[in-house]
């Protein structure tokens, strides 16, 4: 834990803030503070800054908090994913946060298995400690907003626009000739990016994309599994900035 | 599976291969193959080529193959890394042989914990076939040879130039001041890429990565997971050459 996270609604008017259950456990053992120590926190959505510990007892820690005037930025970079293996989605969650996305829409694709929009791991009380847990890895606030989208089309031709409003698109496939960080440092501002099922995105679903202003970009020859993919992807995108 | 991996012995002089266990079932049950069909597979640390398959039976599948001249060429960049958490270690194999590396260096740091060594997921018997699940993934051959370092200081100073001749050397850190991707972007040929324990490196361990002509390089002001932090890092090496 690389920061502290509270809610809003956690802080008193007075900028004091007392913490019970794993997150005083956190400070009290494996930090070990004394009062007059200060850790990072942020709010969720909301600024970063610091707490000074001014008390500690046996089950509470109490902070008292200052924060940065200005809310982190949302990370430029939004990902449309074929919705991948529940197994698979639920390693994601925490490193997609962690690397930084501003947004996570999920899909329907040929190549997407039904019963992968059945499970648990699509619910907001599973993902979202998991993007926290990666925003505290990487010191950040922003929880990026995750939608899903069982039909493919309706999502491309009329909801993307409202989703994402004017952002550069790309698709990562084996048939783009660009090098993804190429389009990427050509992006004006936001980008989205589009990661296909495992198997890749059909003939009908690349041909929709291309005429909805998708940019397809390669990331060479070797085929990667979904996660790595993202990861790397996400990475090459972030690197080109 | 993107690639049925044979060993060399398996081979007959003929260029005929019967395949049993878990191969053959994989093409029995999974790509479902009938004699004629043309599959792609490679030699470990041999060449790629296509196997056809000329005969099925109920626990066989026999394949007559034929290979590219070429071997394929090793992943420029090699990795030298403070062994992570055995949970992250056994994840990371496959992940770091699809996204491609020359050489796995595992070393001590002071952050690693002692008791990491002691793992099963550091024998070959584990981690060979999780290197090997991951070059299926990505269709390559070339096994990245293992080795484990617990002596940080004599691996650096006397085993370095022996294990990753004529590399450019680059250590991932936050206080470097240069991009991965634009620094790895001038190594003229191979590449060894340093990652080090959660937490960092400690002085002493930076001073002599320095001392020894490490480059420090940074991935702006997220701190990323070890092994999130690997496939990153990868990923924006990769994307610059």
Redesign the interface.
Same mark, same amino acid.
């Given at each position: 834990v690389?920061l502290i996270v509270l809610t809003r609604h956690e802080l008193a008017a007075s900028g004091h803030v007392i913490l019970t259950g794993s997150r005083a456990r956190h400070l009290r053992e494996v930090l070990q503070v004394d009062p007059g120590r200060s850790v990072r926190l942020g709010v969720i959505d909301g600024p970063l800054g610091a707490g000074m510990v001014t008390d500690v007892t046996a089950t509470t820690v109490t902070l008292s908090c200052t924060f940065e005037t200005d809310v982190p930025e949302r990370p430029r970079v939004d990902l449309l994913l074929a919705l991948p293996r529940p197994k698979v989605l639920r390693?994601l969650w !925490?490193?997609l946060a !962690?690397? &930084?996305v501003g947004r996570i829409i999920l899909t329907n694709a040929e190549r997407v298995e039904r019963n992968y929009f059945d499970t648990h791991v699509l619910t907001p009380e599973v993902y979202r400690p998991l993007l926290i847990e990666g925003l505290q890895?990487? /010191?950040?606030t922003r929880v990026p907003p995750v939608s899903i989208h069982r039909r493919f089309k309706v999502l491309i031709e009329d909801e993307l626009d409202t989703l994402c409003p004017q952002t550069m698109r790309i698709v990562a496939d084996p048939s783009g000739t660009q /090098?993804? &960080?190429d389009v990427a440092a050509t992006a004006p501002e936001r980008l989205l990016l589009a990661v296909g099922p495992e198997g890749g995105w059909n003939r009908f679903e690349l041909d929709l994309l291309d005429a909805h202003g998708f940019h397809r970009a390669g990331?060479?020859? /070797?085929?990667? /599994?979904t996660d790595?993919a993202c990861? !790397? %992807? %996400?990475?090459?995108v972030? &690197?080109?900035v």
């Open positions: 690389n390693r !925490a490193q !962690a690397i &930084g890895q990487a /010191r950040d /090098r993804i &960080g990331m060479g020859p /070797r085929t990667l /599994r790595t990861i !790397a %992807l %996400l990475a090459m972030h &690197g080109s």
